[in-house]
C-alpha cells in the first residue's frame, strides 16, 4: 500500500450521468495530482493541486472538474463523458511541487458508455 | 513542448536475460525519475537521478542519468518473472515542477 486510496475502484457511466471520483492520502503531503492512462499512450497529466490551490490544468475539457476541499482529499467531478474518455484515472501525491516522488494510489476503472 | 520518448515499446526476454529500456528528452532534464507498473496495477516509484553522469544500483537494477541529461537508461540483469510489468521514465525541465512522462516500456519474462 502506498497509503493514497481512490474511490470508486471501477465505475461504468452514461454519457449523461454526473459521477465524482475521490482520492485520500495519509502521507501528510501537500501536492495532489490527476492523471489519466488510456492504452498506448503515455500517462497525461490533468491537474495538480498544492496546498489546496490549483497550480497546473492541462488544457482538460470543462467535462472534468477537480476540487481539493484540504490538502488529504482530492475530487474529480464528471459529468456528459465521451466514451473517448474511458481510462483509468490515477490519483498521485508528492511531499512538496518541488519533490518529484510520486505516490500513486491504485486508480479508478472509468468505462463511459 | 518537451517529449520524452521511450524505446523499446515492448521486449520479450527469457527469464535469466538481461533488459534495457532507454528515454531520450528532447530537452536538458533538470532530473528523471522512473517508476514501475505491473500489470492491473498503478505505477510505483523506483528512482530518481539528479546528477549529469549518475548511475545508481537497487539490487539487479541500474540507472543512469547521460552527461548531458538529455537520457536515462534502466538495466535489469538476469531478469526474473518478478520483473514483469511497464517501465515508466518521467522528466522534468529546470524550472518546472511537471514531469513528463515516457510512453513506457513494457517487459515480458517467458519462464
Known amino acids: 500500500e502506498t497509503g493514497v486510496t481512490q474511490t470508486p475502484r471501477h465505475l461504468v457511466m452514461g454519457m449523461t450521468n454526473k459521477k465524482s471520483l475521490k482520492c485520500e492520502q495519509h502521507?501528510?503531503?501537500?501536492?495532489m495530482y490527476w492523471y489519466k492512462q488510456s492504452a498506448k499512450k503515455p500517462l497525461e497529466l490533468m491537474f495538480v493541486?498544492?496546498?489546496?490551490?490549483?497550480?497546473e490544468n492541462n488544457s482538460v475539457p470543462s467535462r472534468f472538474s477537480p476540487e481539493c476541499p484540504n490538502s488529504s482529499h482530492l475530487f474529480l467531478h464528471l459529468h456528459t463523458l465521451q466514451p473517448e474518455d474511458s481510462a483509468l484515472y490515477l490519483c498521485?501525491?508528492?511531499?512538496?511541487?518541488?519533490?518529484?516522488?510520486?505516490?500513486f494510489g491504485p486508480g479508478t476503472r472509468l468505462t463511459v458508455t | 513542448g518537451q517529449q520524452v520518448m521511450q524505446i523499446p515499446q515492448y521486449q520479450h526476454v527469457q527469464e535469466g536475460e538481461d533488459f534495457t529500456t532507454y528515454c531520450n528528452s528532447s530537452?536538458?532534464?533538470?532530473?528523471i525519475q522512473w517508476y514501475k507498473q505491473r500489470p492491473g496495477g498503478h505505477p510505483v516509484f523506483l528512482i530518481q537521478?539528479?546528477?549529469?553522469?549518475e548511475v545508481k544500483k537497487q539490487k539487479r537494477l541500474t540507472f543512469q542519468f547521460g552527461e548531458a541529461k538529455k537520457n536515462s537508461s534502466l538495466h535489469i540483469t538476469a531478469t526474473q518473472t518478478t520483473d514483469v510489468g511497464t517501465y515508466f521514465c518521467a522528466g522534468s525541465r529546470g524550472g518546472s515542477y511537471i514531469p513528463t512522462f515516457g510512453r513506457g516500456t513494457s517487459l515480458i519474462v517467458h519462464p
Open positions: 498521485a501525491s508528492s511531499q512538496d511541487l518541488n519533490l518529484y516522488e510520486q505516490y
Open positions: 502521507l501528510g503531503h501537500n501536492a
Open positions: 530537452t536538458t532534464l533538470s532530473n
Open positions: 537521478l539528479v546528477k549529469s553522469g
Open positions: 493541486y498544492s496546498l489546496e490551490e490549483r497550480v
